[in-house]
C-alpha cells in the first residue's frame, strides 16, 4: 500500500514555474515507477511524465517535453516535476500516481497505476 500527497500548485503567471513534489508513504517506494498526470477541468486525466523505480529513465508527452522535468529521490520517498515556461494550457489539477509494473509502454498511460494522490490545481494566468 502506497499514499501518496502532492504538493506545490498554486498561481502562475504565464512563462513562469513551479516545482510539484509528491511524498510517498511506506519503505518500499523504490518499487515503483512513479508517473504525473494532469486533469483540466472537465476533460479526462493524461499522463505527462514517467520515471523509472531507479530514476534512470524518464519520458514526457509531447505536449510538455522540453519544458518539464520529472526526478526522484528514492533517500525522501518523493517524485518531483519541475515545471518551466508555463503556459494557459498547462493549466489542470495535477496528479502523482505509482505502478508496480516494470517499465514499459504502458505506464506512459493512466491505466496501469495502482496509487493516486489527492491532486494539486495548478493555475496559469495568461
Known amino acids: 500500500q502506497v499514499q501518496l500527497v502532492e504538493s506545490g500548485g498554486g498561481l502562475v503567471q504565464a512563462g513562469g514555474s513551479l516545482r510539484l513534489s509528491c511524498a510517498a508513504s511506506?519503505?518500499?517506494?523504490?518499487?515503483?515507477?512513479m508517473g504525473w498526470f494532469r486533469q483540466p477541468a472537465g476533460k479526462k486525466r493524461n499522463f505527462i511524465a514517467a520515471?523509472?523505480?531507479?530514476?534512470?529513465?524518464?519520458y514526457y508527452a509531447d505536449s510538455v517535453k522540453g519544458r518539464f522535468t520529472i526526478s526522484r529521490d528514492n533517500a525522501k520517498n518523493t517524485v518531483f516535476l519541475q515545471m518551466n515556461k508555463l503556459n494557459a494550457e498547462d493549466t489542470a489539477i495535477y496528479y502523482c500516481?505509482?505502478?508496480?509494473?516494470?517499465?514499459?509502454?504502458?505506464?506512459?498511460?493512466?491505466?496501469?497505476?495502482?496509487?493516486w494522490g489527492q491532486g494539486t490545481q495548478v493555475t496559469v494566468s495568461s
Open positions: 520515471i523509472s523505480r531507479s530514476g534512470g529513465l524518464t
Open positions: 500516481g505509482a505502478t508496480p509494473r516494470a517499465w514499459d509502454r504502458l505506464v506512459f498511460t493512466t491505466t496501469v497505476y495502482d496509487y
Open positions: 511506506g519503505r518500499t517506494f523504490s518499487s515503483y515507477v
